[in-house]
């Protein structure tokens, strides 16, 4: 079972213009007393084809956490368009929000980001180079993907035993979002939930 449990992620400022930050409330709450520093980051993935492109956007240290239940607005700049590639900056791509422990990352909540102009005339004309300005970008917020992996909440116990390995795909447990379509009010307050409607832990 894991220290930590996620059991919250709200979608602020959704959709917004791409020069925007991203905003989400995150609630979570900790079973034990953590000694060291959550950390919380953002990552946005800027091509499917070469994780080169992909930025991280911010990282934030959370701690010491005691028992109980916690909530913070987690914001972060947004994706610099110029690391992006001219032809990735329009269409669907990924973000990721994850959080480590002394180094482990333990969740991974992925989200469909789409990207596209506000206009319906750009949009059915693009013009040759992308105006940012005028790019809009909407987080598939009712659509989740949750990656949860083992980790060892308590390292000092095991100092004279070897380090464990990362986790790998292997030992993930993901879970994806079932088909059910949310009512609007929930598309920007998703509680992430197995498909037997379990709280992720």
Avoid: H
């Avoid at 990552?43 to 028992?67: C, K, M, T, W």
């Avoid at 013009?127 to 987080?139: F, G, S, T, W, Y």
């Amino acid at each position: 079972m894991s220290a930590v449990n996620i059991t919250n992620v709200t979608v602020l400022d959704n959709p917004s213009p791409f020069p925007n930050p991203f905003r989400f409330e995150i609630s979570y709450e900790c079973l034990v007393p953590l000694k060291d520093d959550l950390e919380w980051k953002l990552i946005y993935v800027g091509s499917a084809e070469d994780d080169s492109y992909d930025q991280l956007l911010e990282s934030v240290l959370v701690g010491p956490v005691n028992v109980g239940n916690y909530r913070f607005v987690f914001e972060a700049d947004p994706p610099d368009p110029v690391k992006i590639r001219e032809e990735d900056i329009i269409g669907v791509t990924v973000l990721l929000l994850t959080c480590s422990y002394v180094g482990q990352e333990f969740i991974r909540v992925g989200y469909y980001i789409n990207n596209d102009y506000d206009d319906e005339q750009l949009k059915e004309e693009p013009p040759q180079k992308v105006l940012i300005d005028r790019v809009q970008k909407n987080i598939l917020a009712d659509k989740p993907r949750v990656t949860k992996f083992p980790i060892n909440f308590q390292p000092e116990n095991n100092e004279n035993e070897l380090q464990q390995p990362p986790p790998s795909p292997g030992n993930a447990t993901e879970i994806n979002e079932n088909s059910e379509q949310p009512s609007p009010s929930a598309c920007n307050n998703v509680l992430i939930q197995e498909p037997n409607s379990q709280a992720v832990n």
